[in-house]
């Protein structure tokens, strides 16, 4: 229901963008909070950033804040990463996730659709 697409093989100090959309069948009229994590191997799934309904308001994860940046297309549940200065440790699935009745969420708890996931990988 949430397809990601972007990911790929790096090098480190690269940059690349990711993109999610939720099916317009399933969630035309259900605006979402949307929100990005990762998970590296053996690792848990962490948060790294999301954005509101309405696209004002974002939240980024420290390891993350001033190198991505989401956005999104007002009023569409499709969201983009755009990842600059990466780094190997930034290596891991990202999913993409949707979230409703809640106007941003952090809280991996709070979004009940995810994405399949797409791998970055970082090369040092």
């Known amino acids: 229901q949430l397809a990601e697409s972007g990911g790929g093989l790096v090098q480190a100090g690269d940059s690349l963008n990711l993109s999610c959309a939720a099916s317009?069948?399933?969630?035309?009229?259900?605006?979402?909070?949307m929100g990005w994590f990762r998970q590296a191997p053996g690792k848990e799934r962490e948060f790294v950033a999301a954005?509101?309904?309405?696209?004002?308001?974002?939240h980024y994860a420290d390891s993350v804040s001033g190198r991505f940046a989401i956005s999104r297309i007002r009023a569409k549940n499709i969201v983009y990463l755009q990842m600059n200065s990466l780094k190997s440790e930034d290596t891991a699935v990202y999913y993409c996730?949707?979230?409703?009745?809640?106007?941003?969420?952090?809280?991996?708890?709070?979004?009940?659709?995810w994405g399949q996931g797409t791998q970055v990988t970082v090369s040092s």
């Open positions: 954005i509101s309904v309405d696209g004002d308001a974002t």
């Open positions: 317009e069948r399933t969630f035309s009229g259900y605006p979402m909070a």
């Open positions: 996730a949707g979230a409703v009745g809640t106007p941003i969420a952090v809280l991996k708890a709070l979004y009940s659709y």
